[in-house]
């Protein structure tokens, strides 16, 4: 437990940090990396170029330290960044290596108003923070070891098929290449994927959303070509993945893991709603409900580009066609005249409140949205206008941790 006096300290200095928060965390990597080249093994280099990972880790650090005192608060958060930190491979020995330039950004970035009595008690402070997520991943790691099929570390897997499902999404069908099984995982849940690209000198990790059920023999993953656009370099491991690996050859992946997960229990109908890649863990739900689940209710919606941009439009309609308790929407913002030609084509533009009134049966259902930051905005306002319950609402979006608050 932490003095009073210390819990004060660090409250009554949360403020200034949050200040400087974005400059102390880019200090702090700059120190941290050149000391520890070998963690930019681990860290997403495209993330720390934009800025996005310092905004993370900083928000983190600093709404753990505003419930310091209780700690418990902020297990759910803990627990989701617990998960990508399992499936990255971060380990206890790296905690002090973070506190250590942590604090001495900190310092260095403050200067004189950084006392030492200050600095002593953010270091205690973190001493807590980074126990509290080093307890949550030491459970993790146990748990996916001892499951069947399950493993430590990177395994590697044989890709069998590659299959073109849109113009920028193709799959990637995964067994592992040691003969054994893949462990089981729960929709919604992704695996990491860690690739060493030939003329780079560090491995680069990404995580990819599971797209289909479980209990198959192998992991399908769907992944978009990120091309780059002005200032947003091409995504590099999404490039090489698709131009550089072929039918045959092997990739490392780390056991599945997330808090996105479908809750099997229950009656409610469930509403699934997309928007681009953001459907890939939408149709490992979808998959498995009506595989698991044929009394229950499915509304899957989805918004694209287009209909080139469309994946998975072929799989969806026959799952409903079959399913008389699924029923699938789209949505493309840039149609073209052939999609508005086709069959299947429902509406031109976004995601609206109308819409979803029109074609989801109530809003007394569990919602499962996922998709790109701007996307998972307006759906949520939508969702919550409506009145769905904060209960009922599940969300993941891509990239780190953000706030969900319109900016
Ligand atoms: C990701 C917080 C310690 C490595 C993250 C994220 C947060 C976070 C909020 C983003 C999660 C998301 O994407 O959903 C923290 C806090 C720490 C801590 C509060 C200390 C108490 C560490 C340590 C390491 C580490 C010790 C290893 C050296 C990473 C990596 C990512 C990550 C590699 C993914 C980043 C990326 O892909 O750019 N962390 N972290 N973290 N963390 Fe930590």
């Known amino acids: 437990m932490l003095k009073p006096e210390t819990i004060r300290i660090i409250q009554s200095t949360v403020p200034v940090l949050e200040v400087y928060g974005n400059a102390i965390t880019k200090r702090f990597y700059e120190r941290m990396f050149a000391e520890h080249p070998e963690l930019l093994n681990i860290f997403n280099h495209a993330n720390q170029k934009q800025g996005r990972q310092q905004q993370a880790l900083a928000n983190a650090v600093y709404a753990a330290a505003k419930h310091i005192d209780r700690l418990e608060a902020i297990l759910p958060a803990v627990k989701q960044i617990a998960h990508k930190h399992r499936s990255l491979g971060v380990k206890p020995e790296h905690y002090p290596i973070v506190g250590r330039h942590l604090l001495a950004a900190i310092k260095e970035v403050l200067g004189e108003a950084a006392t030492d009595e200050i600095i002593a008690a953010w270091g205690e402070a973190y001493g807590m923070i980074a126990e509290a997520f080093i307890g949550v991943e030491q459970k993790m790691y ?242 919550k206008e409506w009145g769905v319950a904060d209960q009922d609402l599940h969300y993941e979006f891509f990239g780190p941790a953000a706030s969900l608050e319109a900016p």
């Open 142 to 383: 146990e748990e996916s070891v001892h499951q069947p099929g399950g493993w430590e570390g990177f395994r590697s897997f044989r890709v069998v098929k590659k299959v073109k499902e849109s113009q920028p999404i193709t799959s990637f069908y995964l067994v592992p290449a040691d003969g054994g099984g893949p462990a089981s995982f729960l929709p919604g849940q992704y695996i990491s994927v860690r690739v060493q690209i030939p003329g780079s000198p560090y491995t680069h990790i990404r995580q990819y959303s599971l797209s289909d059920s479980p209990g198959k023999p192998y992991y399908r993953i769907s992944v978009k070509k990120e091309e780059g656009e002005g200032n947003r370099p091409d995504g590099q491991v999404s490039v090489y993945l698709h131009d550089q690996i072929q039918e045959g050859d092997t990739l490392d992946l780390s056991a599945p893991a997330g808090e996105f997960v479908l809750e099997k229990e229950g009656e409610k109908p469930v509403v699934l709603i997309s928007g681009g890649v953001g459907l890939t863990p939408m149709m490992s739900m979808l998959n498995s409900l009506v595989e698991s689940n044929p009394g229950r209710k499915v509304t899957f919606l989805h918004a694209a580009r287009s209909g080139e941009h469309h994946a998975f439009r072929q799989a969806v309609l026959e799952t409903a066609a079959a399913h008389p308790q699924v029923s699938a929407y789209w949505c493309y913002s840039e149609p073209t005249d052939e999609d508005r030609d086709s069959r299947s084509f429902h509406k031109d533009g976004y995601v609206e409140l109308d819409w979803l009134k029109a074609v989801v049966p109530a809003k007394e259902a569990s919602f499962y949205v996922c998709g790109p930051v701007p996307f998972l905005q307006n759906v949520y306002a939508q969702l």
